[in-house]
C-alpha cells in the first residue's frame, strides 16, 4: 500500500478517534461519555478534513451518520441545521449566483466598470477589490464572483499584452480579494455568513450586520489591497487596448429581457434584505423565493431545470457537518469542556487583551487545521462558552474568530477561495504567490481584530 498524506491522514484520523475515544479526559475536566465521544469524533473528522482524505463532503457524510450510529447525539440535533434559515438561504443564494451568470449581467457589469475605471496596473488592482464589493450584493458566493472578475480582468490583460507573470498576479489578487470583500454584507458568502449569524442569540439582520462588519473589512481591504499594490507588481506598465476590450463588451449584445428581469428580482431582493426589521420577513427565505421565482413563467425564466446543478450538494452536507459540531457540541458538553481545558480560568477584562486572545489562538489552530469551517465548528462554541458569563454579545465574540479565520492564511488550503483559484486550470497562481501575501497578512488579522474589539465596544456589543 502507498502512503500518501490521504493515506496518513486516513489511519492518524482513526488514532485520534481511538485515543481520544477511551482517554481519562475526566481527569482534565468533567465531561459526559457523549461529549468525549463527540469530541473523538470531531477531531478524527477535522484531522481528514485537513489532509483531504476525501473530498470534504463525503467525510462530512460519515461523520453525521457516526454521530448518530454511536449514540453520540439524536437526528434531530445532527440535522438542526435544515430547520434554520441558514441553508436554505444558502440554496437560495446559488440559484440568483447562477441567475446573474447564466444572464450575462454580472459580465456586462464588470465590463462597464472596467472600461470607465481601468488606466493603469494600480487602478486593474483597485478595480478587483471594488468589483468584488459591488458584486458581493448581487452574487452571494465568492467563487462564481471572482471567476467572473477574472474573465473580465484577463481580457483587459490580454488587451495589455500583459506578461504570464503579470496574468498570474491579477489571478491570486482577484482571488485575495475574496476574503475580506465577502463578509462585508450578510448575503456576501451565503455558505460562511449565515453560518456566523446562527451563533446569534435574536439573529442578524441584513443591516446590522453590514453596521457590525463594516469597519473592521473596511481595514482589512485596505490592508490587503495596500500588500496586494506593494507585493505585486508588473513586470511593465501597463498600456491598454480598449477597442479590444470593447469588442468582448459589445460581444454581449443588447441588453437581454433575461437581464432585465434579474435586476428587477435583484432590487426586490435587496429591498427585503434592508428592510428585514421593518417587514419581518426573514432574510433565508426571502433569498431562496427570489431564487425559486426567477424559474416561473411570465415573471421570470431566467433559470431552467439544470440550474439545480449550480446548487452542490456537497457544499450543504459539508456545512451541515459545519454547524453540526457546534450543535451537538454543545448539547453534548463538548464545547464547555474544550473552553474550560484549553482557555485561560476567566475572561481577561481588557477587551483587547481578549481580542488578541481569541485572534491568537483561532490562528494557531487554522494553521493546522486549514480547514475554515472546521474552526469556526470548534473555536466559536469553545469561546462562546467561555465568555458565556459577560456580557459580551455572543455575534461579536463569533464575528471576531471569523475573521480571524477567514482572512488568515499561509497556503492555500487555509482558505477555500484562495484554494479553488490555485492551478494552472483556474487563476494560474501557486502556494508561491499565496505565502507572499498570507505571511504579512498574518499581522493584519490581529490589526483586525483590535479594530472591531474597538469598534464592538463603541457599539456596545464589549
Not at 447564466?102 to 488592482?125: M, N, P, Q, T
Not at 464589493?133 to 499584452?161: E, G, N, Q, Y
Not at 499561509?410 to 492551478?423: K, M, R, S
Amino acid at each position: 500500500m502507498k502512503l500518501n498524506k490521504k493515506t496518513v491522514g486516513l489511519f492518524a484520523g482513526l488514532v485520534v478517534l481511538a485515543i481520544v475515544w477511551v482517554a481519562p479526559l475526566s481527569a482534565l475536566g468533567e465531561i459526559s461519555a457523549q461529549g468525549q465521544h463527540c469530541l473523538a469524533l470531531t477531531l478524527m473528522t477535522v484531522v481528514w478534513w485537513a489532509c483531504g482524505v476525501a473530498q470534504p463532503a463525503y467525510v462530512s457524510a460519515i461523520y453525521l451518520s457516526l454521530l448518530i450510529l454511536t449514540g453520540t447525539s439524536d437526528a434531530e440535533t445532527v440535522f438542526a441545521s435544515w430547520t434554520k434559515m441558514q441553508m436554505w438561504m444558502v440554496i437560495g443564494a446559488y440559484l440568483i449566483a447562477a441567475a446573474v451568470k447564466e444572464s450575462g449581467l454580472g459580465e456586462r457589469i464588470a465590463y462597464w466598470f472596467a472600461i470607465k475605471f481601468v488606466r493603469d496596473w494600480k487602478s486593474l488592482v483597485i478595480s478587483i477589490f471594488a468589483l468584488t464589493f459591488i458584486l458581493s450584493l448581487i452574487i452571494p458566493h465568492p467563487f462564481p464572483r471572482a471567476f467572473m472578475i477574472l474573465a473580465v480582468m484577463i481580457a483587459i490583460c490580454d488587451a495589455a499584452k500583459m506578461s504570464k507573470a503579470d496574468k498570474v498576479k491579477v489571478g491570486f489578487l482577484t482571488f485575495a480579494a475574496a476574503a475580506p470583500g465577502s463578509m462585508f454584507f450578510l448575503t456576501g458568502d451565503a455558505t460562511l455568513n449565515p453560518l456566523v449569524a446562527s451563533y446569534a442569540k435574536d439573529g442578524v439582520s441584513f443591516i446590522q450586520w453590514f453596521f457590525y462588519m463594516s469597519v473592521p473589512m473596511l481595514i482589512a481591504t485596505l490592508c490587503t489591497l495596500f500588500l496586494g499594490l506593494r507585493l505585486f507588481k508588473p513586470e511593465r506598465e501597463m498600456t491598454i487596448d480598449f477597442d479590444e476590450v470593447r469588442e468582448r463588451q459589445e460581444a454581449l449584445g443588447p441588453v437581454s429581457t433575461k437581464e432585465k428581469r434579474v435586476v428587477v428580482w435583484l432590487v426586490i431582493a435587496i429591498a427585503l434584505w434592508l428592510t428585514e426589521s421593518i417587514t419581518g420577513f426573514n432574510i433565508g427565505f426571502v433569498t431562496l423565493i427570489v431564487g425559486a421565482a426567477m424559474a416561473l413563467p411570465v415573471i421570470g425564466e431566467v433559470l431552467t431545470p439544470s440550474t439545480w446543478n449550480s446548487v452542490p450538494i456537497n457544499t450543504l452536507v459539508f456545512l451541515t457537518a459545519a454547524m453540526g459540531i457546534g450543535t451537538v457540541g454543545s448539547a453534548t458538553g463538548m464545547n464547555q469542556w474544550i473552553a474550560n481545558v484549553v482557555l485561560p480560568s476567566s475572561v481577561p477584562s481588557n477587551i483587547f487583551v481578549l481580542a488578541l486572545l481569541i485572534a491568537a489562538i483561532t490562528v494557531i489552530i487554522h494553521m493546522f487545521m486549514g480547514s475554515v469551517m472546521a474552526v469556526l465548528g470548534i473555536c466559536v462554541p469553545a469561546f462562546l462558552a467561555f465568555t458565556s458569563g459577560t456580557s459580551i454579545s455572543p455575534i461579536a465574540v463569533s464575528m471576531m474568530v471569523f475573521s480571524a479565520i477567514n482572512i488568515h492564511y499561509i497556503l492555500p488550503f487555509h482558505n477555500l477561495a484562495i484554494l479553488v483559484g490555485e492551478g494552472e486550470d483556474a487563476a494560474g497562481y501557486s502556494s508561491k504567490e499565496a505565502m507572499r501575501m498570507g505571511i504579512p497578512l498574518t499581522v493584519v488579522v490581529f490589526i483586525v481584530v483590535l479594530v472591531e474589539a474597538a469598534w464592538f465596544h463603541m457599539l456596545g456589543l464589549m
